[in-house]
């Protein structure tokens, strides 16, 4: 099948569910053994609007995405998955990535890596919160957000965004991502967005809680 986004940088296509209690367990197959141990949440994580985050890091192993020169999309979406999942632990939110290293995982298994975490709630603003904080750390062109039925977001049962960080076909965003400051930018954009819909979520759960007494 040809790859609906074969030439876009999906840089760290992101799938964040939102989930009050996580059991995972590892793929048994060798490519989804480098994959996280399962965790469990604290008792004081299961009042909070999620408890996990996953972060899917597009392509990997014998699926290089879009090239450029020596730039390989599959590269550059672990990197910077791998600088979200960083501020995120920094900041106390637990998040599990689909691949850690470069191997392939076919796209039914990310939907199903994602679809064992239970529980999931305010679906809402989540790409909006994503997209304003990219716009404002990155300055980057605003195209808005889109409901588009790709693979693993339409077959994953929790709230999900995919996030576009640049074009492997345009000049200045190649410059531009061969760049760790940019990349930074960009993890901290999509941190913050997170961030944020977490903050929303937590005044709204507030509210509901208080119109129910």
């Not at 790409?127 to 300055?139: D, K």
């Amino acid at each position: 099948m040809k790859r609906v986004l074969q030439n876009v940088l999906a840089l760290a296509g992101l799938l964040l569910i939102v989930a009050s209690f996580v059991w995972m367990q590892l793929h048994r197959t060798e490519r989804q053994r480098a994959a996280p141990q399962p965790r469990t949440t604290s008792p004081s994580a299961a009042s909070k609007p999620f408890a996990v985050v996953v972060l899917d890091p597009g392509h990997g192993g014998r699926d290089s995405g879009a090239m450029c020169g020596g730039m390989l999309e599959k590269d550059l979406t672990l990197d910077v998955t791998r600088r979200i999942d960083r501020l995120l632990n920094s900041e106390g939110v637990a998040a599990l990535m689909t691949r850690v290293g470069d191997t392939y995982v076919s796209l039914a298994d990310r939907a199903a890596f994602a679809n064992r975490a239970r529980n999931c709630i305010f679906v809402q603003n989540l790409a909006g919160f994503i997209q304003e904080a990219l716009v404002a750390r990155t300055r980057a062109i605003d195209r808005g957000t889109q409901a588009r039925q790709f693979f693993v977001i339409a077959n994953v049962t929790s709230p999900a965004a995919l996030v576009e960080g640049g074009f492997l076909t345009n000049k200045e965003d190649i410059s531009k991502l061969g760049s760790e400051d940019y990349r930074d930018q960009i993890a901290a954009a999509v941190a913050d967005g997170i961030l944020r819909y977490r903050e929303a979520a937590s005044q709204r759960q507030s509210a509901l809680a208080a119109t129910a007494r």
